[in-house]
């Protein structure tokens, strides 16, 4: 054995059995970060969630009109003692906007039999509402409005 700065160095010996185990040692330093991982694969579509609470009820709207006007035709009469299949016919235009309806008025001029006339009929054309009224009544009957006396046919239509 020579010694070489205070460590034994053996020369042609044998070598000495194996020690026991040392003791474990101290936990080294956290080595550094690794590098950035590669971006995996899409996932698949998750399940859907729960319906979410209701909302807040919203305020009323300002009021407003439906924008319609009523407009009416003129009168048209028979004359006195109209006889049975005698007819009238009125008109109402409209004469801005849109006609969107109509109807009719028949009757007589004093209000009584009116069972003896009849719209026959109530039509559109365009922005205008036509009415027609007729005489009717039953066989032996020569004057079924009663003397002097007439149908009035009046045409309404409805635009807006």
């Given at each position: 054995m020579a010694a070489n700065g205070g460590k034994t160095i053996v020369v042609n010996g044998k070598g000495g059995a194996t020690g026991a185990q040392g003791s474990r040692g101290a936990v080294g330093p956290v080595g550094p970060a690794g590098r950035k991982g590669d971006k995996g694969a899409k996932g698949d579509k998750g399940a859907t969630g729960p319906p979410g609470p209701p909302g807040r009820s919203g305020s009323n709207g300002a009021g407003g009109s439906l924008g319609t006007q009523t407009i009416s035709g003129g009168s048209a009469s028979t004359g006195?003692?109209?006889?049975?299949?005698?007819?009238?016919?009125?008109?109402?235009?409209?004469?801005?906007?849109?006609?969107?309806?109509?109807?009719?008025?028949?009757?007589?001029?004093?209000?009584?039999?009116?069972?003896?006339?009849?719209?026959?009929?109530?039509?559109?054309?365009?922005?205008?509402?036509?009415?027609v009224g007729a005489v009717v009544t039953a066989p032996l009957n020569p004057l079924p409005l009663g003397s002097g006396h007439s149908m009035k046919v009046t045409a309404y239509a409805i635009c807006g």
């Open positions: 006195s003692n109209p006889i049975q299949g005698t007819t009238a016919t009125s008109s109402a235009t409209c004469s801005s906007g849109n006609l969107l309806g109509g109807g009719a008025l028949v009757t007589t001029d004093n209000g009584a039999n009116r069972g003896n006339v009849v719209v026959q009929s109530s039509y559109p054309s365009g922005n205008t509402w036509t009415a």
